[in-house]
């Protein structure tokens, strides 16, 4: 507790004193430091020391941003006691990652071993920020810092989309600037193969080029029909691993098998079970060609490997293991030998088996497996660490069985997500992932104990590229998101704290603009809840933001917000249909986007539903008011928006609390087969006096929801109290679709009835 009170004290003193005085960008926040006093100040006449030969090219690294930033050269001395110096000091006693940090107005110190060092500098040039001068100051410090984390990771998906190699250093650089430590590479999947492979040439020849690529959104099943693709030679890999090292970063490649494997299959059809040719897939998803089992599959695969763990010096090796369909194993024969051979129980401990054989052979490499985790049906292969994508409850599993874990659930770390309502966002595959969630990020689960939690190797983002098409892109994808993973896996959840963390973010803004980096800047845009009114039929609606960031304004008459508009005060009272613009100012500068939102009052608002069957925990975040809360949820979707039900019909009870005239009765549905959500098969009206006996008024079917969206029935003027809606669901879903076999989800939002 005093720790705390201690840790609590000094960011007050440092961020609530008079606007002249310091203001600490720094992120990831350090771990234990002290403002004191006095400042240094770094001109052409600062010399630096090094007491050691192997910390020169973290000396050499400082002094280039030093010439590039503020065209200041650091001479050199061989004089430990020299004043206005930079002192660099091998510090054997210091853990591996840490470092000691000490400003004063004479010197600046730093002791730690090679990458503690990089992170000092690191520190020291978030410090200077957007000093650009030929004279910086400084403030005293003194810091002791080290990582709550060892495994602090950015993934970056090149199959979807490709990037080039300079831009792959550019996002290397932005993981050491947050000391992050892991670059997870994924290199292969069914849209390209990205890596060259000497003995398969075709890998790349055939496998790393597609003749088309979707367009728009999953559901309109668009494309083009232009050449896409690239790959990086094992030159440029070796380049960018070398490059990666030097800014203490392990690179992590993935090499996606049994599944998504079809880029490899189009150059090698006989690495399938059917061995038939078939182009690099166009379009994103699962598809059901994946890896025969069959000895020559495996054997190309250790050949293969054998390259692949030559340009990665790291300890681990991706093999992906996720979203294997198990269609094409059921009718191979060769599949079906190998299981009877082996003893196995189904197709599930068959890809058990056939990840066991690719872990054995990458140990005797040196190396070891990690793996999506998928990789848990089956039986885990002995020695193999999980990322856990489904959730946190993979990485529990594996945890409890003591094998490492990365966390990675989507809730809370797949940047490809929305990160505001998508109305105000370029298209994204959907879910919704803001700041605020990133950064209360947990990666220890509530659920292992102390023993357990040692297994939790730490966490990071995956950033996939199916929505991504170009690398600036990326960077508003992931930028500031990445900053607040940095600081969950690197500051002691203890030291957090997000209003300190958004000062400190917008602060360094100055520095990523000097980058010229297109991040994102959602978190200025305002945030609407609603919820019911003291008047039944009426809404509240509340508007929010971070009090430190600017204050609202908003209209209610369709014109843009301005300084003279409405400040925000109080919740607002909706008794009619309205649209409400809002937007955050902060020094007469409008500060992020203006956001609007459309509300229609009709009968059912504020009259919560009952259901038959409760829609999915994992999709029930807004809970039933959602479908009654005057506001269509917008596409696409984000999660607390829609309520979900998987394997299940929906059926709704819309109770009127007394007979009234219906005219109408309108229901909102979602199309995304991607990610095995689909329309109903049809949907019937049902109407009630006494919530006992229903009438059938109509049943519609699913080429009768417009747009892929919107089910409308026409009442002819009925009086009734209970309105009951029974959709049906798709079942199960086919064969050649994303998640064949499995139980289809049905999607609903807003309820109206007039």
Not at 581 to 601: D, M, T
Request: glycine share 6%; hydrophobic share 35%.
């Amino acid at each position: 507790m005093k720790y705390f009170v201690l840790v609590f004290f000094v960011l007050t003193s440092v961020f609530y004193t008079s606007q002249n005085s310091f203001t600490f960008p720094v992120i990831p926040l350090p771990n234990n430091y002290t403002i004191t006093s006095g400042q240094f100040i770094i001109s052409e006449k600062t010399s630096v020391y090094c007491s050691s030969e192997n910390l020169k090219e973290q000396i050499n690294y400082f002094n280039a941003f030093l010439k590039n930033n503020n065209q200041i050269n650091l001479v050199a001395t061989n004089e430990s006691t020299r004043k206005n110096c930079i002192k660099v000091f091998w510090d054997k006693n210091q853990t591996s990652e840490s470092y000691q940090l000490t400003i004063n107005p004479e010197n600046i110190i730093i002791k730690g071993d090679t990458t503690g060092i990089f992170y000092a500098f690191q520190t020291i040039i978030q410090l200077i920020n957007s000093q650009t001068a030929k004279t910086i100051k400084l403030p005293g410090l003194f810091i002791y810092d080290k990582p709550a984390f060892k495994w602090r990771g950015m993934h970056l998906d090149v199959s979807r989309h490709f990037f080039s190699v300079d831009f792959v250093k550019r996002y290397i650089d932005f993981l050491a600037m947050y000391k992050l430590n892991t670059f997870h590479w994924h290199l292969t999947d069914d849209q390209g193969w990205r890596i060259e492979i000497k003995k398969y040439p075709k890998l790349t020849q055939i496998g790393a080029f597609r003749k088309g690529s979707m367009i728009g959104k999953y559901s309109d099943s668009n494309y083009d029909t232009i050449n896409y693709g690239g790959f990086y030679t094992q030159n440029q890999i070796k380049e960018v691993v070398a490059y990666a090292q030097k800014k203490h970063i392990t690179v992590v490649p993935e090499i996606e098998m049994p599944g998504h494997s079809q880029a490899a299959i189009a150059a090698y059809p006989w690495l399938s079970c059917s061995g038939k040719y078939q182009d690099v897939a166009k379009g994103w998803g699962v598809f059901e060609d994946v890896f025969c089992t069959k000895d020559s599959t495996i054997n190309f695969l250790h050949h293969v490997l054998d390259e692949v763990v030559n340009l990665f010096p790291g300890k681990y090796i991706h093999i992906g293991g996720d979203e294997c369909p198990k269609t094409r194993w059921k009718a191979c024969a060769n599949c079906q030998s190998l299981i009877k051979k082996q003893n196995l129980k189904d197709e599930h401990e068959l890809q058990s088996y056939f990840i066991k054989q690719i872990e054995k052979y990458l140990n005797s490499k040196g190396k070891q497996i990690i793996g999506w985790d998928e990789i848990l049906e089956g039986g885990l292969a002995p020695n193999a660490a999980v990322m856990s994508w489904r959730g946190m409850e993979g990485g529990i599993a594996a945890a409890k069985e003591k094998h490492f874990v990365v966390m990675s659930p989507g809730t809370h770390c797949y940047f490809d997500h929305y990160q505001s309502s998508p109305s105000d966002e370029p298209l994204a595959i959907g879910g919704f992932t803001p700041l605020e969630k990133v950064y209360d990020f947990n990666p220890i689960p509530q659920e292992l104990n102390a023993d357990e939690q040692k297994y939790i190797l730490g966490a990071q983002a995956n950033v996939w590229t199916e929505y991504i098409l170009n690398e600036k892109q990326v960077e508003y994808m992931t930028m500031p998101r990445m900053a607040a993973l940095a600081e969950v896996l690197w500051t002691m959840r203890v030291n957090k704290n997000e209003t300190n963390f958004l000062i400190r973010l917008q602060d360094h803004f100055a520095k990523l603009d000097n980058l010229n980096l297109n991040y994102a800047k959602a978190l200025y845009n305002v945030d609407y809840k609603v919820s019911p009114a003291s008047q039944c039929k009426n809404l509240k609606l509340e508007l929010s933001a971070n009090n430190y960031l600017g204050d609202i304004y908003y209209t209610l008459d369709g014109s843009e917000p301005s300084e003279k508009s409405i400040k925000y005060t109080t919740s607002i009272e909706l008794k009619k249909d309205i649209l409400v613009k809002s937007a955050l100012f902060k020094n007469h500068e409008l500060k992020g986007k203006v956001v609007s939102r459309n509300y229609q009052i009709n009968k059912a608002t504020n009259k919560l539903p009952i259901f038959k069957y409760p829609p999915s925990k994992y999709y029930n975040k807004g809970g039933s008011f959602v479908l009654v809360n005057g506001e269509t949820a917008k596409l696409p979707r984000i999660n607390d928006q829609w309520l979900g039900w998987n394997g299940n019909d929906i059926e709704v009870v819309i109770d009127l609390e007394k007979p009234d005239e219906i005219t109408s009765v309108e229901i909102g549905f979602l199309k995304e087969e991607l990610n095995w959500i689909y329309l109903p098969k049809e949907i019937t009206l049902l109407l009630s006096e006494n919530g006992l006996e229903y009438k059938t008024v109509d049943t519609l079917f699913e080429k009768n929801i417009k747009n892929d969206r919107d089910c409308n029935f026409i009442v002819s003027k009925q009086q009734a109290r209970f309105v009951k809606i029974i959709a049906k669901n798709h079942g199960k879903i086919l064969s050649g679709k994303p998640g064949a076999g499995e139980d289809a989800w049905l999607f609903c939002d807003e309820i109206k009835i007039n």
